[in-house]
């Protein structure tokens, strides 16, 4: 299945997106506690996406085009803001940080330590933010 399938909902048995990154699909808004617990022991990112934004899209595929992490640096969570915009809120809520589509969030210890939106996503330079 192709990465619009994918984006509409489409996941493999482990519950994470059946594509090209190791995506964790943030759904409900107990993960969001276990995000900051694990985040303890290793980078959490959030990727907030808008499925209905066609600017949502295109940088969702830049960012997934250029991810240079491996799989043992961070965790990547993938929020689908349309179905689970309580998650979404919360995340606002919990980390203090205003909500936009797309945006993407690096927590560490508990916190946000990093966050950016729109096309700056792209220009973000992972390796020193994680």
């Not at 759904?27 to 209905?52: A, C, G, V, W, Y």
């Not at 979404?88 to 210890?109: A, R, W």
Request: aromatic share 6%; net charge negative; charged share 20%.
């Amino acid at each position: 299945m192709g990465l619009l399938g994918n984006l509409f909902g489409n996941k493999n048995s482990s519950g994470k997106k059946a594509d090209n990154l190791p995506w964790i699909v943030l759904s409900s808004i107990e993960q969001i506690e276990e995000i900051k617990d694990q985040s303890n022991e290793r980078p959490q990112l959030i990727f907030k996406h808008s499925t209905t934004c066609g600017i949502s899209r295109m940088v969702l595929n830049m960012f997934e085009q250029g991810y240079p992490l491996d799989g043992d640096r961070a965790d990547l969570h993938f929020l689908d803001l349309h179905a689970h915009r309580d998650v979404s809120n919360k995340v606002s809520e919990i980390f203090g940080v205003l909500h936009q589509s797309p945006q993407l969030l690096v927590i560490k210890n508990g916190k946000v330590t990093f966050h950016t939106s729109h096309g700056a996503i792209a220009d973000t330079d992972l390796n020193i933010v994680v």
